[in-house]
């Protein structure tokens, strides 16, 4: 995934990563993440299985049960959710997170003041779904949220923007 649809978030000064929320069911759902005035706004681009966007090579279960035709279709189906999810960043980026609030009913936001509670984790896991870190908090409207970030870039910007926007709320957690 292409770091090119920051530009114009980070153009207009709005700090934006990406993050999967994952839960202990197995699923999974990437967010474009915006932090601006005095809001953390989670916008839903896509993902729903964890294979869907991390994993480079058809799997096995494919192979075993589709042959070459079901490795193809594997191959363009990740083409196609990576694709889908990179111009819904990209609406997002140039239309901001308010406009782009409704347009998914798992889009969300926040006040800074509604965190309970957050910690922040900069280790790496070995995990599949995001291992670049890894972000928790509880809300009064949304309760418990486990996050992931999507690579180390996400990390560093999560780094420099969260502890300054939540503070006390925020605990870190460092190798």
């Given at each position: 995934m292409g770091r090119k649809q920051d530009a114009p978030a980070a153009a207009a000064g709005v700090p934006v990563f990406n993050a999967?929320?994952?839960s202990k069911s197995g699923w999974c759902r990437l967010f474009r993440i915006y932090v601006s005035d005095g809001q953390v706004y989670f916008i839903r681009v896509g993902g729903h299985l964890a294979s869907e966007w991390e994993m480079q090579k058809p799997s096995l279960h494919t192979i075993r049960h589709a042959g070459l035709v079901g490795i193809l279709g594997e191959v363009l189906l990740r083409k196609i959710i990576r694709s889908r999810a990179q111009r819904r960043m990209?609406?997002?980026d140039r239309d901001g997170p308010e406009m782009a609030?409704?347009?998914h009913r798992h889009s969300f936001?926040?006040?800074?003041?509604?965190?309970?509670?957050?910690?922040?984790?900069?280790?790496?896991?070995?995990?599949?779904v995001g291992g670049n870190g890894r972000w928790t908090f509880a809300?009064?409207?949304?309760?418990k949220q486990d996050f992931r970030l999507m690579t180390i870039l996400d990390r560093k910007i999560a780094m420099d923007?969260?502890?300054?926007?939540?503070?006390?709320?925020?605990?870190?957690r460092a190798k």
């Open positions: 999967k929320r994952v990209a609406a997002a609030l409704p347009r936001k926040c006040r800074f003041s509604d965190f309970a509670g957050a910690l922040f984790d900069t280790r790496i896991l070995t995990s599949r809300t009064q409207d949304q309760g923007t969260l502890p300054k926007s939540l503070g006390d709320r925020l605990k870190v």
